[in-house]
């Protein structure tokens, strides 16, 4: 069973940054691959941001349409923790965002795809 917890989330006004980090405890890390989701009131969950597995090829990353650019997901293995840092916010980004670990490396675009969830970070940009 693997717990995530998120952090780093908060008011920012458009333009600005955000880092948003997730703990992830009780599995082992690198077996994990790990996403961001956001969810807006109102509007179904959406896909934001995943990380593989790591590879001894590399680490691979995917992003949606509205993320590519701006946001970049990234993991830290050592400490357990995935980031995700936002630039150049938009008030469209406000949302719940939450994290996700599958023991998959696909279907990482989708909700399905993921089996633990962390309990959400409220993200807010004003403009």
């Known amino acids: 069973q693997v717990q995530l917890v998120e952090s780093g989330g908060g008011l920012v006004q458009a333009g600005g940054s955000l880092r948003l980090s997730c703990a992830a405890s009780?599995?082992?890390?690198?077996?994990?691959?790990l996403g961001w989701f956001r969810q807006a009131p109102g509007k179904e969950r959406e896909f934001v941001a995943a990380v593989a597995r790591p590879r001894w090829s590399g680490t691979f990353t995917y992003y949606s349409d509205s993320a590519k650019g701006r946001f970049t997901i990234s993991r830290d293995n050592a400490k357990n923790t995935v980031y995700l840092q936002m630039n150049s916010l938009k008030p469209e980004d406000t949302a719940v965002y939450f994290c996700a670990a599958s023991p998959r490396d696909y279907d990482l675009g989708s909700l399905n795809g993921y089996d633990y969830w962390g309990q959400g970070t409220q993200v807010t940009v004003s403009s």
């Open positions: 009780g599995g082992t890390f690198s077996s994990y691959a």
